[in-house]
């Protein structure tokens, strides 16, 4: 009970001395009044109306990847400039799904609500440095306010009143990507010409993009590592180090053919997988070599490498049984023929190597060049476009030199380099919209993505906006690489790789194209071929054949929706209506959809992207040009 009475008798205000109940429920600001100055440090007026209610930046875009989000902030500050807050940015782009072009009507459309409800004076500059009144309303705050401006005229300086057109961060009226692409600034044809004809005409080289072809082991790769190695384009040093290399794996004839096979894989496994590339100069040309694998199984990669050539150079095995292995059904010397005239090669240098594994016979020579050149003609190729020439890639014999062999006195024509020499460059296609179809990427050391492949169309320079297809992403060209060294600008014909920024890497594979804004290349899911089939064909092309389509740097899956009609391969007539199947060596015309949008267009419009070869498994089935573009994307 004792307890009991000390807690009744207990004095509890005693305990709560320390606590001042009337500060609870009050501010500071009630006794202490903000200084005016500190009110206008912090306080600013601002429309609720577009402001958003929570911010949380990570919460927002957790969804999103920050080079995403980057490359829109980026795109939508080109477009509008510096009048919105990275804050509102955010917030638009939260509302329209993260579509940059949306964001911008979005916020545009905000400016101007806030316009119309804001009835204020308008200042406006004349040709003199005179401040002219405008009243949009009439009423006691308008005169107010005019009152006002009169006031700040004679304490503001001039300099601080006057705003100039250039410089106005609102625009006039709504921005949306076709008026982007409207206020792209780019060199006319004539610029261009001029620009074109200083840089790589006037007194200067031409460059020749040359694909080395042929069946695997016919030494296509020993040949052009003999040929830059005689040229002095590979030091000694180097070339010791390749030779001691090949001693150790037993691989001594390898020497010369590891200088564009670099890679462990090709060294070990002996063969060319990646088209190998490397520049080189002779007395006429700047020579782009484009070393194309020959094994069965990196014909895509051989047809990438042809995409990108302007003449070629057919390697040849003289030993005997090789040619005939390569040659004969199986073997990959036709097919290759058959690609190259396919893709639009028509100058070709037939190269008989390893003239030293059968004596220099210059009977083996002749009944090789005899069954050539009847197979070129029934493709196609005329003769005064095909050079033959015999040598040894190996020895060095008839590389850049006549050979001083005895029993090679038979022949005195053309030395390798002589021929290649004597190609004739193709027209570069400047003045025609740029185009250029991926054939590699890679990230750089530092920052941005590198697309490589060769431009066929157009003209590009540093800091040019370009669009890739058929992903629909801006880009920016941040830096020109062309041979390991930087440049301001790059023409048609040039094999280049491009930095580009504001855009990620993750979309963008192989076969996708750059192309120019202004005018980008049609997108096709359905369209109209004439197609012509091969004697390598397996199973005969019906309705709903399932089949692989090769154009410039694509491959893509296909089918063969239609066969509309059986033509006469020779007179270009109809034979059949609507035939049940395609055999060997047919032409026809037929309907052909993908599910995907591809990159094409009409032969009559471009050669490059109108053409294409029909692949299926390993084999080479057929090719075909593009008629009619029946359904878009």
């Excluded at 995403?68 to 939260?94: P, T, Y």
């Excluded at 200042?123 to 009169?150: C, F, G, M, R, W």
């Excluded at 040229?231 to 070339?239: I, Q, R, W």
């Excluded at 150079?313 to 005939?324: H, P, Q, R």
Aim: proline share 3%.
């Amino acid at each position: 009970m004792s307890r009991h009475r000390n807690i009744r008798t207990r004095t509890f205000s005693e305990e709560y001395d320390d606590y001042d109940y009337d500060q609870y429920g009050r501010s500071v600001e009630e006794d202490l009044c903000i200084s005016p100055g500190t009110a206008n440090m912090y306080l600013y007026e601002n429309n609720m109306n577009t402001f958003p209610e929570s911010l949380d930046q990570p919460s927002e875009t957790d969804d999103l990847t920050s080079t995403k989000l980057n490359s829109c902030i980026q795109f939508i500050r080109d477009a509008i400039g510096d009048s919105k807050s990275e804050e509102e940015i955010l917030f638009a782009l939260k509302q329209t799904k993260c579509d940059p072009e949306s964001a911008i009507d979005f916020l545009l459309s905000n400016q101007r609500e806030k316009k119309e409800k804001q009835q204020k004076s308008e200042i406006i500059v004349t040709d003199s440095p005179k401040l002219i009144k405008k009243q949009t309303t009439v009423n006691s705050e308008s005169n107010k306010k005019a009152e006002n401006v009169e006031t700040a005229k004679r304490i503001v300086p001039t300099k601080m009143m006057l705003q100039t057109p250039e410089k106005s961060s609102v625009p006039p009226s709504p921005i949306s990507a076709k008026i982007i692409r409207q206020n792209i600034k780019q060199k006319s044809i004539e610029e261009i010409g001029k620009i074109y004809h200083t840089k790589r005409i006037d007194g200067k080289k031409m460059l020749l993009n040359l694909v080395i072809a042929g069946h695997v082991d016919a030494g296509k790769s020993t040949i052009m590592g003999h040929l830059l190695a005689l040229l002095g384009n590979v030091s000694k040093k180097h070339m010791h180090k390749n030779e001691t290399e090949a001693k150790k794996l037993g691989k001594a004839s390898f020497m010369y053919a590891w200088v564009l096979d670099e890679t462990d894989e090709e060294r070990n496994r002996g063969i060319t997988i990646d088209v190998g590339h490397h520049c080189f100069e002779t007395s006429k040309r700047i020579v782009n070599i484009l070393d194309a694998p020959g094994h069965r199984d990196f014909i895509p990669n051989m047809i990438m490498g042809t995409t990108k050539a302007d003449v070629a150079m057919l390697v040849i095995d003289a030993t005997n049984g090789e040619f005939e292995s390569g040659f004969e059904a199986g073997g990959q010397t036709q097919e290759h023929i058959l690609l190259l005239r396919s893709f639009g090669i028509t100058q070709v240098a037939i190269v008989i190597n390893k003239m030293d594994n059968v004596d220099f016979d210059q009977t083996r020579y002749k009944q090789i060049v005899d069954k050539i050149r009847k197979f070129l003609k029934q493709v196609g190729f005329k003769d005064q476009s095909v050079e033959y020439i015999p040598c040894s890639g190996m020895t060095g014999d008839n590389l850049i030199e006549l050979s001083k062999n005895p029993n090679f006195n038979w022949y005195n024509g053309p030395t390798v380099i002589d021929i290649i020499d004597n190609f004739t460059c193709s027209p570069r296609l400047v003045d025609k919209p740029f185009r250029m179809s991926i054939s590699d990427l890679f990230k750089g050391q530092t920052s941005g993505i590198y697309l490589s492949g060769k431009i066929d169309y157009g003209y590009v320079e540093a800091n040019q906006k370009l669009l890739i297809l058929p992903n629909n992403e801006y880009c920016t060209v941040k830096n020109i690489t062309i041979d390991n060294e930087n440049q301001l600008e790059a023409f048609a014909g040039d094999v280049v790789s491009l930095n580009i920024t504001q855009v990620d890497g993750l979309e963008i594979s192989i076969g996708n194209l750059l192309c120019d804004i202004l005018s980008p290349c049609t997108m096709a899911t359905k369209f109209e071929a004439r197609i012509v089939t091969f004697g390598t064909i397996g199973m005969p092309l019906i309705n709903g054949s399932s089949v692989i389509i090769y154009s410039v740097c694509l491959n893509e899956v296909v089918t063969l929706t239609k066969l509309c009609a059986q033509l006469d391969k020779n007179k270009n007539e109809v034979i059949k209506r609507n035939p049940r199947l395609l055999g060997k060596n047919q032409a026809a015309i037929v309907e052909i959809t993908s599910q995907k949008p591809i990159c094409i267009e009409t032969f009559d419009n471009s050669k490059e992207y109108g053409r294409f070869v029909i692949r299926s498994e390993h084999f080479t089935m057929g090719t075909g040009i593009v008629t009619k573009i029946l359904k878009t994307n």
